[in-house]
């Protein structure tokens, strides 16, 4: 069969296989191609090779980032597989991803840019592309996504740093300037092609850095036309790689990772970033931002400053936590209330009710002695300090990043990165069909969809939102049946195996609370995971729906969607422990049933609060240990094994391009799940740190090794990042905000009901005696004695009578401020209770407008743009007016200039013809 006889044969059938095209619009024809790209669909039809690639060999340079001329650089690599070297059955679809693939090159082409193609040194059925852009379209497209170059010198003078002084031993702890020098400050203006003599160009090859070109580059690549459709055109690289047209699209690193390029002239900055910034030896010092920027672009680049600063800010949160933690520790031993649990006379004579119905049993107070001591360590005074310093660190950790970030903006020329600037995404142009009148231009543009429209995305993308969030509440309520179920068991096995030795205190203090607390929270860390998986799919599916206008857009409301999920899915049992375990459970006589059958949990002996501790370690440790298997080691191995599948001999020479190839694509989610993971971590140090004092040092730790790792793998395991512009870390700033506001509320919440904190607070100052001590005032001691009620064993129901009853019991305690049996308002609540509610109350109020008061005014006290940084800008804008005021000037009189000559040319005649005229 001839080309043309498959070429036609594919006509007929093209509308069978379209690969999952969604554009709007679509009819079933022939493909029809425009007019400009006619010889292109000649030279597809007729087999000719006029709109090819120019097909080259290797030359041999592995470091080479150059076409074979060694003239024009590799902006992009574009790599398909040649399917006439596969025999398939169905030829004709990988005729059309053929044609397809010619077309889109031809496109590329025409408008303006070169590609060179090369046949693979390991495989010989993959071709790689090589894209170059030469210097009239640099400066085409430099001009339409508003590049910023630089202008002229910055002549302000900066501030020297106040660290100046100890430069001596502060070097050590920065990247090596021998290696990395610090470059020349420039103002800078949005690029004009035809104002080009007025910016600073020295070298028009370093004019535009490769980042720049790459970002360039990608934006032809996700606009170029592959087909024609009837009245819809198809384009974009990212419909081409998901249609398998071709394998992968990536720019290049400018060398290996771990040995320097022999090419003359090759930065080699990936290089330098590997020794300096992610090599192991280099984990004690500060990150070269500039040169990661200017690598990576600004996003990475932002996310890394964003990283550095919040774990600079957490070393000093970790020194007050832990001096906290030490405090706890200490004072364990001499904890009046602990020493009473522990106490033979007092806590070992003190008889505990049953905390479930039937199967538990009696038991002593003194059995949770280790418990008790354990939660002084994080239920004291030092914890409600602690909770206020975070408080007011979270303030200042974001008010501070906001200078910082101020800073950055400015240095990295995205001050006046607008919402405007940003093109549309490509999947958004596709599907423009519809015309609106622009609000701000009053220009007829094209949308993809209506009011009604865009109302009925957005409504189905809430409505499935909201059903995955009811869908983990269920999960939780399923977790929550479990522990009670779970108790029961505990509590019968331990029942079973010990008999029916009531009071024996146990050998090991390993309670049915303690058992269930633990697998539950494995559990739980279990369906957490498998709920992230399963969401990020529909997340995604639903943000595609939507259909936003541009990528921040799009970015910004897949981050609500997946933060809302990840919210309830990481912390919902830690606000059920925190203030539902244990809140309403009645009293041994008449207690309180979930679903009218499971009676409502209790918190463990030794208190809630120790339950949250243990739950947050579990999630923390549990949920570190996974991302960093994702992150380090399945990339690591995935790249072992591409290596052994496809070694190749040691005489063969690989080139740069087709090394980059070996390594794992990016993600096309980017940093996203990089944010994600430390914006939920941040929860986790913030939102409950008044249970758990030591998790901003356990933060600080994971995040010493996160920046290294993170480093190392885009490094050296992943694919050159396409470079993109970015001002700020976008929607997770306000989602930071509303975490900090939420963490005050949370934390005195905690103190307040979840610690016993208040309650002992109000028994010392209102319901202490002076017997207990061996002076007058108040004192802690007795304080065990009045937080526990009486209940007669005569009074539990059939259905909650403990099995096998003990004799001579006839009294038993538990945790609750209840009259005793026999009082004329017996079981009912007494008046410590209300003070103790009162006090709760209060303190919740009070602590809170105190924390949010001081906010306030430390938001108001520290600006958010630095005074320096202010001068700056407004001398960039200056110069910039004045630059194009004068250019302006210079233009319109160069076009005046012959309009007045002639203008004086036609007087002077006129005046001359008058003078002669006068003569005669």
Request: proline share 5%; glycine share 4%.
């Amino acid at each position: 069969m001839s080309n043309n006889d498959i070429f036609e044969m594919d006509s007929v059938t093209e509308t069978e296989e379209m690969e999952g095209d969604t554009e709007l619009g679509m009819i079933d024809e022939e493909v029809v191609y425009p007019e400009e790209f006619l010889p292109t669909y000649e030279s597809i039809k007729e087999g000719t090779t006029v709109a090819k690639a120019e097909l080259t060999e290797f030359n041999d340079k592995p470091d080479s980032l150059f076409f074979n001329d060694g003239v024009r650089r590799i902006d992009f690599i574009l790599v398909y597989e040649d399917e006439d070297k596969k025999d398939f059955e169905k030829r004709h679809t990988f005729q059309r991803k053929k044609r397809r693939r010619e077309y889109f090159e031809a496109s590329l082409m025409k408008m303006g840019m070169e590609l060179e193609a090369t046949i693979s040194v390991i495989d010989d059925k993959l071709t790689f592309v090589k894209v170059h852009m030469p210097w009239d379209v640099l400066c085409t497209y430099a001009e339409v996504l508003h590049i910023k170059l630089p202008i002229q010198p910055n002549d302000l003078s900066s501030q020297p740093s106040p660290w100046r002084y100890l430069s001596c031993i502060t070097k050590y702890f920065y990247p090596n300037e021998d290696l990395i020098r610090k470059e020349t400050e420039f103002f800078t203006a949005p690029f004009e092609k035809d104002r080009l003599d007025y910016f600073h160009v020295r070298d028009k090859d370093a004019f535009f850095t490769q980042s720049m070109r790459s970002r360039m580059a990608y934006y032809i690549l996700s606009r170029a036309p592959y087909e024609i459709r009837g009245s819809v055109k198809k384009f974009g690289i990212t419909k081409l790689l998901d249609g398998g047209v071709y394998k992968a699209a990536y720019p290049l690193h400018d060398c290996r990772f771990n040995v320097k390029s022999k090419e003359e002239g090759c930065p080699n900055e990936r290089f330098l970033l590997y020794e300096e910034w992610a090599h192991p030896k280099s984990f004690y010092k500060m990150q070269p931002l500039d040169l990661i920027r200017k690598y990576y672009g600004e996003k990475i680049g932002i996310y890394f400053a964003w990283l550095g600063f919040y774990t600079i800010m957490l070393a000093l949160a970790a020194v007050v936590g832990l001096g906290c933690f030490i405090y706890g520790y200490k004072t364990q031993e001499t904890s009046t209330w602990s020493k009473e649990v522990c106490d033979p006379e007092i806590g070992g004579k003190i008889l505990m009710c049953p905390q479930c119905d039937k199967e538990c049993k009696y038991w002593r107070l003194n059995n949770t002695c280790e418990a008790s001591k354990k939660l002084c360590i994080f239920d004291n005074f030092g914890t409600l300090v602690f909770a206020v310093f975070m408080s007011i660190w979270v303030t200042l950790f974001l008010e501070f990043w906001k200078r910082y970030q101020a800073e950055l903006e400015y240095e990295w020329d995205t001050v006046e990165f607008l919402e405007q600037e940003q093109p549309p995404r490509p999947e958004y142009e596709a599907k423009c069909i519809y015309e609106r009148k622009n609000p701000v231009t009053g220009v007829k543009e094209k949308v993809p969809y209506t009011a009604c429209g865009r109302c009925v995305r957005v409504s189905i993308g809430i409505g499935t939102v909201l059903f995955w969030i009811l869908l983990i509440v269920a999960s939780i309520v399923a977790i929550t049946v479990y522990r009670l179920a779970a108790f029961f068991a505990f509590s019968a096995r331990l029942r079973a195996e010990e008999g029916l030795k009531e009071l024996e205190p146990l050998k090991e203090y390993v309670t049915p609370q303690m058992a269930t607390s633990v697998t539950a929270s494995l559990i739980s860390f279990v369906v957490i995971m498998i709920l992230n998986i399963l969401y990020e799919r529909v997340a995604i599916w639903i943000t595609d729906f939507e259909l936003p206008r541009t990528k921040t857009d799009y970015e910004n409301s897949l981050t609500l969607k997946m933060f809302l999920f990840q919210f309830v899915n990481y912390y919902s049992s830690c606000f059920y422990i925190a203030f539902a375990k244990g809140k309403a459970v009645g009293y041994p006589g008449d207690p309180v049933y979930l679903l009218g059958k499971y009676r409502n949990e209790e918190c463990d002996p030794g208190g809630c609060l120790i339950e949250l501790t243990t739950q947050l370690s579990i999630i923390m440790g549990g949920k570190a240990i996974w991302n960093n298997i994702q992150e380090v080691l399945l990339p690591w191995v995935k790249n072992l094994i591409f290596r052994y599948c496809t070694r190749v001999g040691s005489e063969k020479v690989i080139p740069r391009w087709e090394q980059d190839y070996q390594l794992q694509p990016v993600s096309k989610l980017g940093l996203f799940y990089e944010y994600l993971e430390m914006v939920i971590q941040f929860g986790f140090v913030t939102l409950f740190v008044a249970s758990f004092p030591l998790a901003p040092i356990l933060a600080l730790v994971n995040n010493l090794f996160e920046i290294r790792v993170d480093a190392w793998k885009i490094t050296t395991q992943f694919r050159r990042v396409v470079p993109e512009k970015a001002q700020d870390i976008g929607a997770w700033q306000p989602i930071l905000q509303g975490v900090a506001i939420l963490a005050v509320a949370t934390n005195a919440m905690i103190i307040a009901f979840t610690s016993d904190m208040i309650p002992r607070l109000v028994y010392y100052w209102s319901f202490s005696v002076y017997p207990y001590g061996d002076y007058p005032g108040h004192t802690m001691q007795g304080y065990i004695n009045s937080s526990l009620s009486v209940f007669n064993t005569n009074d539990f129901s059939n259905f909650s009578m403990p099995i096998g009853k003990v004799p001579n019991i006839t009294f038993c305690r538990y945790r609750d401020f209840r009259f005793p049996p026999g009082h004329h308002r017996q079981y009912e609540y007494t008046m410590q209770y209300w003070h103790v509610i009162a006090a709760k109350m209060a303190f919740i109020i009070v602590v809170e407008h105190i924390v949010y008061l001081t906010k306030f005014i430390l938001s108001y006290v520290i600006p958010d743009v630095p005074y320096a940084v202010k001068e700056q800008i407004k001398r960039e804008k200056y110069l910039t007016q004045v630059i194009l005021h004068e250019t302006n000037l210079k233009l319109v009189s160069k076009r005046l200039k012959p309009v007045i000559d002639d203008t004086f040319k036609v007087t002077e005649a006129s005046t001359a013809m008058d003078e002669m005229e006068l003569d005669f």
